[in-house]
Each structure stands twice: as C-alpha cells, then as structure tokens.
C-alpha cells in the first residue's frame, strides 16, 4: 500500500513538471521502414517527427531493483565501507515526439522522474539515502528488441545520516542531510512484449552539498540496477527516419561572461561559512548542432582561504585570497538547457593545499534571449570546492 501511494504521489508531480515526449528509429529503404514501423511500435515508440499527445501526460511507469557500494575515493573512507547497498527506485517518463528541435537532434531521448530509496550498507555511520530527481536517456543505439543509452539526472538527495561530533563522529564524509543528488550512467532496454520493457542500469549516483557544510568528501555510490517498464498506449507507427536539419550548423564563435558566488564552511565541522565568488570569460566553437568546445579564463576570490591560511603551519598571511585558472570547457546543447563539463588548472594559487587541478560540472538554462541561469559545482579530485550558482551572458 505503501509503494502504491508512493506511486501515485510520483505520477502528480511529474504532471506538475513539464512534458516530456516520444523516441525514433533510424531506417533508409522503404523496406527497412516497413520493418521498423513493425518492430518498434511493439515498444510503443513513434516512428515520426512528431505526435500530438497531452502536453502533460507520461508513457512509462517502472519500478527497479538496485544493488552496488560504495566507492571511497579517500583512503581515509574506507572504514565506512562495511557492505553492499541496495534499494529500489520507482520513476514515471515520457518519449520526446520532436516538438522541440533539439529532440530531433538527440533521436528522441526519454525524460523522467524517478524517487529512489537507498540503503547505504552502513546503518550506524551513513544510515539510507532517498532522492527526488529529473533524467534524461540519450539514445545511443536502437534495434527492434533492445535499446542503449545514456542517462544523466539531478534532483534533491536526503540522508538519514550526518557527521556529528558526539554522536556520529566516524562519518568523514558528510556533513547534511539535505544534498544535491548527481546520476549518471549506461542503461539498455529490451522488450519483453508489446508494452513490457526488462531495463539495466549501470552507473554512478553522488549526493554532495558543495561544501556548504562539512565534512563534504560526499557519497558516491557504485550501482547496477534491473527492473520493468510498462507503456500505457503506444502512439501509431508512422514513418520513421535519421532527421538532418535543413539549416547547416552555425560554425560562429560564442563568448560568454559568467559571475556566480556560493557559500561553503571551513574544516573543523561547524566553523564559519564565508562567501566565494568567481568572475570568468571564455569562448565556444560549434560542434555541429549538439555540442561547442571551448577556452576559458576563472578568477576566483574565496573568503574562506583567509581562514585556511592562517589556520596553516606556516602562518604566511601575507597570501592572497585569490585565484586563477585557465579551463578547457564541454557543453551539450538541449535547447534551453546546456549541460556544462569544465577541467582547469590554476595559474595563480598561493594557498596550494587543493592541488593544481579543479574541475567543474552542472548546467545552465536560458532564461531570457542571451541571459542563461548558472549552476554548477566547483571541485577538487571529486571533492566540492562550492557551488556557483550566478548568471551567464552570451556576448554574440
């Protein structure tokens, strides 16, 4: 009864957050055609550029079973590891149907929403793990019986367990309940029957609260997961083909200016929280129509350094507070939405103690003509640094 509530509290919501729509095959002849429209309309996918369904209506429903561990990145993790993790996770999704052009573009991914439960395998020190978040599949590969993708989501973490000095001192990886939740993957679907759909997943689930408070080494959990999926009412199969935009790809270079700030607390747990703010420029070349590659130039100024460095050995407070970084930059385009993956090294950094090397990872989402809202989290070797949540400005 109860995951039956559950599932009903799942399927409101999602008609609350947006559309999400319908998947595609790839076919050349009018022979292979004919055969695809058989083949795929037994997974309920429509063949076409687009299908009229009610904008906020869902396709799938599943319910799947995960096993996995936990993964210490730091050695000094590895009393936290003490078994196997498992859960379930229930999610309701739709096929995109082409109404947007970057649907045609991605084959027709599948968007969702998925509740997952998760038992860490560490009931004293970590306790369980329970997230709300939105997913996207991107189609890699498509047969009629089995289809291969990659899933990347986010959403709202809750662990039931927190450091704390008296209580729950050992737990040196996390220091709040309340955590972003990061999911990223491989998966395959293979059809069972007409509606009937077995899936696997593969891949990394990590909750983290970007060093707003300490300790924040966070949780990667390593899982493989196996389920079912069941399509309520498959759309007509109709004529199914690779879609090549008409207008060529913009080859122009895009520069961008991003100012974003965060806060994150200083080493002991329960210190002070300071401001850390970050200024950066960079420019993009079009990858074709999905993706741009880019340079880029940080500067950072960290309040939080002032503290670390006089509480360092060396007593040097004449260092500064600042620093800078030059980055290489990835971003996949959906729309709206961009998806961002950055590697940086500093060129100036007098405090020294995070290494050379900061990597960066979230999205940004337009939210007006050239204006895009940012948010991304800022790390150091899987370590959070903090999260930069600001604006984006596309300056061509």
Same mark, same amino acid.
């Given at each position: 009864m109860k995951l039956r509530s559950l599932v009903y509290l799942l399927f409101t919501t999602l008609i609350f957050t947006g559309s999400f729509h319908n998947c595609i095959a790839q076919t050349d002849s009018l022979k292979s055609k004919r055969h695809t429209q058989d083949s795929?309309?037994?997974?309920?996918?429509p063949l076409h550029r687009s299908i009229p369904l009610p904008p906020n209506?869902?396709?799938h429903?599943?319910?799947y079973g995960h096993h996995g561990f936990l993964v210490a990145h730091r050695s000094f993790m590895n009393h936290l590891v003490k078994g196997h993790s498992y859960g379930y996770e229930i999610f309701a999704a739709k096929q995109t149907t082409g109404d947007a052009e970057w649907q045609k573009l991605y084959r027709y991914p599948l968007m969702g929403l998925s509740l997952i439960h998760l038992y860490l395998g560490n009931p004293e020190q970590l306790g369980n793990g329970t997230g709300l978040y939105a997913w996207i599949s991107l189609p890699l590969a498509r047969t009629p019986h089995f289809m291969t993708g990659l899933r990347l989501g986010t959403g709202v973490g809750y662990l039931t367990k927190k450091f704390d000095r008296v209580d729950n001192f050992k737990n040196s990886a996390i220091g709040s309940n309340v955590n972003e939740m990061i999911v990223f993957g491989g998966e395959v679907r293979f059809r069972i029957s007409n509606r009937l759909l077995f899936d696997t997943y593969i891949g990394l689930t990590h909750f983290s609260n970007g060093a707003y408070s300490t300790p924040n080494l966070g949780l990667n959990i390593a899982t493989i997961h196996g389920g079912l999926s069941y399509i309520f009412t498959p759309p007509e199969p109709v004529l199914n083909k690779r879609y090549h935009p008409d207008v060529k790809a913009s080859k122009k270079m895009e520069y961008q200016a991003v100012i974003a700030a965060g806060r994150r607390e200083t080493i002991?747990?329960?210190?002070?929280?300071y401001w850390a703010f970050k200024v950066s420029g960079g420019m993009l070349k079009p990858l074709g129509y999905k993706s741009r590659i880019g340079v880029g130039a940080d500067y950072f100024y960290d309040r939080s350094l002032h503290a670390r460095i006089i509480s360092d050995t060396t007593n040097d407070v004449t260092r500064t507070a600042a620093r800078i970084g030059l980055y290489v930059s990835h971003e996949l385009v959906l729309g709206k939405l961009r998806i961002v993956?950055? =590697?940086?090294f500093y060129i100036l950094d007098e405090f020294k103690k995070d290494g050379p090397v900061y990597s960066r990872v979230g999205w940004k989402? =337009?939210?007006?003509?050239n204006l895009m809202f940012n948010s991304t989290l800022k790390t150091h070797f899987f370590k959070a640094d903090f999260f930069e949540f600001g604006l984006a400005m596309k300056l061509r």
């Open positions: 795929l309309s037994r997974w309920g996918l209506s869902f396709t429903i599943g319910i002991p747990p329960g210190g002070d929280r993956f950055d =590697t940086g989402y =337009t939210i007006y003509k």
